[in-house]
C-alpha cells in the first residue's frame, strides 16, 4: 500500500511524514511525530482526550483524517508552555486541582484554549458549553470549571 | 487495513469517482466515517473528498437561502442570516463536532443522529446531488426515503426558503444530557399563518422511525386553525400516528411514544 506525504505545522514547527491511507491525525502525532499529548480515549469521537486545535478551531484529532490536515497547523498541549513559562491555564488545572490521574487534561486544556482563545471572559454556562465535549471520569467538572475560570481572570489581571 | 484516499479539487471528479466504485466512501466531515475506519469497517475500501470550494458556500442573498454540504455546523452559527438555523446547529455534539460535521454528512446520519435534517425536513428543503446520470434537485423528503439508495451519490448543497417569521419557526431536541447528548426524540416544526390561521404546517420528527419523517397527522389537525389550544391539543393526539420508533440505550420505543405528543404540546405552545 502506497503512503501519502503529509506536511503540516506542528506547534510552530514544520513536520513531514508518510501516513497510510485512512490513519487519523492521532495516530500521525503520536506514533509518526512523537508528540504523545494528545491521548487516545475511544477513537469514536465520545471523550476528547484527543482534541487538538486545527488553525485555531477546536478538532478531535482520531476522527481527523490526517492527510486534511495538510498544509494546516496544528497544535497540542505539547506546544502551549512558553519554554519553562506554564500557560495560565495550565497553572490554574494545577492550583485549583482541575487534574487526578490527568487522562482528560490535554483535551480539557485544549478546549479551555481554545475557549479562551475567543472569549477572554466567558460565562460559568459558556465554560461548560466549551468542555461538553470531553469527559473526565475522576476530578469531576466542577474543579476544571473553576480552573477555566480562574485562568480566564489572571489572564485578564495581566493584560 | 489501509484504505486508498482519492482527493479531487473538483466535486464533479468526486462524483464520477464515487458513482463507479460501490465501496467507496465519500468523507465529509468524518465524524462518522473515521469512527468506521476506527473500528476497522472493511466494506470501506476507498475515501473520497472533494477540496472543490463551491461545496463549503452559503448563500443568504435572497428570500432562498443555500447552505453547501461541506458547510459545518460551526459556520451554520458564525453566519447570522442563517439564525432561523442556529438552534439546530447548536443541538449538535459539543464544539469538535460543530467544527468538523457537516450538513450533508448529517443527511445521512443514522438514528439517534441527524438533527439538523430534522429542521430541513420541516422547511420542505431541496437536496441537489450530482450522482452518475448528472445533478438533479429533489424534496428533501424524497432523498430520506431513498437515502438507501442514494449511497454512490455526491450531496451538493441544501436549500430552503426562509421561514415566514422568526415565530414561524420552532426547533426542540429532548436528550438527557445537557449540553451534548444524543436525540431521544427531535422536533420541529413550521407554521406559516395566513389570517390568524395555520396555513401550510409542516412537523418533522427525529429518531421516531428509521429515518426522519413528518408528523401528517398532527400537521393535518393544525391546518387552517388558530395555533390555540383545541387545535394544539388535537395536534398533540396526533403525534404518535404513523411513528416507528426503536429502542436504543437513550429511550425505549414505548417511552418515545408517550412523550411525543407532550412535547409537540410544548413545541406548538411555544413553551421552553
Ligand atoms: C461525539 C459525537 C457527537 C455527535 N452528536 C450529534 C448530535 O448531537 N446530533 C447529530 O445530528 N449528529 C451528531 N453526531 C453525528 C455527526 O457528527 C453529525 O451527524 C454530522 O453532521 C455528520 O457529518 P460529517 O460531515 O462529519 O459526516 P461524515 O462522517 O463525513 O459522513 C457521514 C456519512 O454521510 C456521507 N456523506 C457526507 N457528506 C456527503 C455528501 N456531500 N454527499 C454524499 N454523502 C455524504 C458519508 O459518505 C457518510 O456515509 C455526533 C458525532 C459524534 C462523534
Ligand atoms: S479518542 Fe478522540 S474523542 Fe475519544
Ligand atoms: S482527571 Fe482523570 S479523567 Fe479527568
Redesign the pocket.
Given at each position: 500500500m502506497t503512503k501519502t506525504p503529509l506536511q503540516f505545522r506542528h506547534n510552530g514547527r514544520d513536520v513531514a511524514v508518510f501516513v497510510d491511507g485512512g490513519v487519523n491525525l492521532?495516530v500521525a502525532l503520536r506514533e509518526l511525530i512523537g508528540d504523545m499529548t494528545p491521548?487516545?480515549?475511544?477513537?469514536?469521537?465520545?471523550?476528547?482526550?484527543?482534541s487538538v486545535l486545527i488553525d485555531g478551531e477546536l478538532h478531535?484529532?482520531?476522527?481527523t483524517l490526517a492527510e486534511t490536515a495538510n498544509g494546516r497547523a496544528v497544535e497540542t498541549l505539547d506546544g502551549m508552555k512558553d519554554g519553562p513559562n506554564l500557560h495560565p491555564l495550565q497553572r490554574a488545572f494545577m492550583e485549583q486541582f482541575a487534574a487526578q490521574c490527568g487522562y482528560c487534561t490535554p483535551g480539557m486544556l485544549m478546549a479551555a484554549k481554545a475557549l479562551l482563545d475567543r472569549n477572554p471572559s466567558p460565562t460559568r454556562a459558556e465554560v461548560i458549553e466549551a468542555i461538553s465535549g470531553n469527559i473526565c471520569r475522576c476530578t469531576g467538572y466542577e474543579p476544571i470549571i473553576n480552573a477555566v475560570l480562574a485562568a480566564a481572570t489572571s489572564g485578564r489581571a495581566r493584560a | 487495513m489501509p484504505v486508498t484516499v482519492k482527493t479531487f479539487a473538483s466535486f464533479g471528479e468526486a462524483a464520477s469517482a464515487l458513482s463507479s466504485d460501490r465501496s467507496a466512501r465519500y468523507l465529509g466531515g468524518g465524524t462518522l466515517v473515521m469512527r468506521a475506519l476506527n473500528e476497522g469497517d472493511i466494506s470501506i475500501s476507498t475515501v473520497v473528498r472533494a477540496t472543490d470550494q463551491a461545496l463549503s458556500r452559503i448563500d443568504v442573498a435572497s428570500s432562498r437561502v443555500t447552505i453547501g454540504a461541506g458547510v459545518t455546523f460551526a459556520r451554520v452559527l458564525a453566519e447570522r442570516e442563517l439564525a432561523f438555523l442556529h438552534a439546530p446547529a447548536r443541538s449538535i455534539g459539543g464544539p469538535a463536532v460543530r467544527n468538523m460535521g457537516t450538513v450533508g454528512g448529517n443527511l445521512f446520519a443514522p438514528s439517534p443522529y441527524g438533527d439538523f435534517t430534522v429542521a430541513l425536513l420541516a422547511l420542505d428543503a431541496t437536496v441537489s446531488v450530482q450522482g452518475g446520470l448528472g445533478a438533479r434537485d429533489m424534496p428533501i423528503e424524497e432523498f430520506l426515503q431513498s437515502r438507501e439508495r442514494q449511497s454512490g451519490a455526491l450531496v451538493l448543497a441544501v436549500s430552503c426558503q426562509r421561514p415566514a417569521s422568526a415565530d414561524a419557526f420552532r426547533y426542540r431536541k429532548i436528550a438527557r444530557i445537557k449540553p451534548k447528548g444524543g436525540s431521544v426524540i427531535t422536533l420541529a416544526a413550521h407554521l406559516p399563518v395566513s389570517g390568524g390561521r395555520v396555513s401550510g404546517a409542516r412537523i418533522a420528527l427525529g429518531s421516531m422511525a428509521a429515518t426522519q419523517i413528518r408528523a401528517r397527522a398532527a400537521e393535518r389537525a393544525l391546518e387552517g386553525r388558530a395555533l390555540d389550544d383545541s387545535a394544539v391539543s388535537a395536534a398533540a393526539a396526533a403525534a404518535t400516528e404513523g411513528v416507528s420508533p426503536a429502542d436504543n440505550a437513550l429511550g425505549s420505543a414505548w417511552y418515545r411514544r408517550e412523550i411525543v405528543g407532550v412535547h409537540l404540546r410544548r413545541l406548538l405552545s411555544g413553551l421552553e
Open positions: 492521532l491521548k487516545f480515549g475511544c477513537g469514536q469521537g465520545g471523550c476528547g482526550a484527543c478531535l484529532s482520531c476522527l | -
